[in-house]
């Protein structure tokens, strides 16, 4: 069965200091990897996504992630951290089985302060 | 487009009442989803549907029912609330079924069952 993990359900960073969410999955075949981010009291918003076409993915706000298959990893990363990137971030891999639902990370809530 | 719409926003149930969750959607998207969100446990899903018609059961099904009437609607149905069910519903929809498929998210419906 897929599944995700993400490593540390809280992160604080400084205005300005890089970002790093860990997001490690559990998959027997080539999976489809998503980040997710949740502002308080709002729906999830795709952040970015991998399909396979590329290793490293861009995303809205300035995030990115790499694919590293040998590591079964898909880390979220932001050079510089923003006030407003204060939010909830979910890693998530598309379910082969349930109708392609997606099977979600606990979630890691990100924390900026100046 | 609106997206994804879901109502109420938040409601207060007694144990035992029922209610029913609205998720409606204007993409013309086959395939919806419902997940429930509870603290530091990420999303899980609790039903899903792949077109007018057709539903299945996901991960926590239990004490909760959908119908799929149309393309745009897909209503959750709580029978017999129990304090279990407090938690923040999420309606999620996406164009078929491709893995590399975007999910798109409603507002979510926050239920606090008492």
């Known amino acids: 069965a897929q599944s995700v993990t993400q490593l540390g359900s809280h992160v604080s960073v400084s205005e300005g200091a890089l970002v790093l969410l860990r997001c490690n999955y559990s998959s027997s075949v080539p999976p489809y990897l998503f980040w997710y981010v949740q502002y308080p009291n709002q729906g999830l918003q795709l952040l970015l996504k991998?399909?396979?076409?590329?290793?490293l993915v861009k995303g809205i706000n300035g995030f990115e992630a790499e694919f590293k298959k040998s590591e079964t990893s898909f880390h979220l990363t932001k050079p510089s951290a923003h006030m407003s990137d204060a939010a909830e971030y979910f890693c998530?891999?598309?379910?082969?089985?349930?109708?392609?639902?997606?099977?979600f990370g606990k979630g890691t809530t990100l924390s900026v302060s100046s | 487009n609106a997206g994804v719409t879901q109502t109420p926003k938040f409601r207060i149930l007694k144990i035992g009442q029922s209610m029913t969750l609205q998720c409606t959607q204007d993409?013309?998207?086959?395939?919806m989803y419902w997940y429930r969100q509870d603290p530091g446990m990420g999303l899980k899903l609790i039903y899903y549907?792949?077109?007018?018609?057709?539903?299945d059961k996901g991960e926590v099904p239990n004490g909760y029912n959908v119908s799929r009437s149309t393309t745009e609607d897909f209503p959750l149905r709580l029978e017999l609330a129990a304090p279990s069910q407090t938690s923040v519903y999420f309606c999620?929809?996406?164009?078929?079924?491709?893995?590399?498929?975007?999910?798109?998210f409603g507002p979510g419906t926050r239920l606090l069952v008492l």
């Open positions: 998530a891999v598309s379910d082969d089985q349930a109708g392609t639902a997606l099977i």
């Open positions: 999620a929809s996406r164009l078929d079924r491709g893995e590399g498929e975007t999910q798109y």
């Open positions: 991998y399909t396979s076409a590329a290793t």
């Open positions: 549907s792949v077109g007018a018609g057709i539903t």
């Open positions: 993409m013309n998207h086959n395939y």
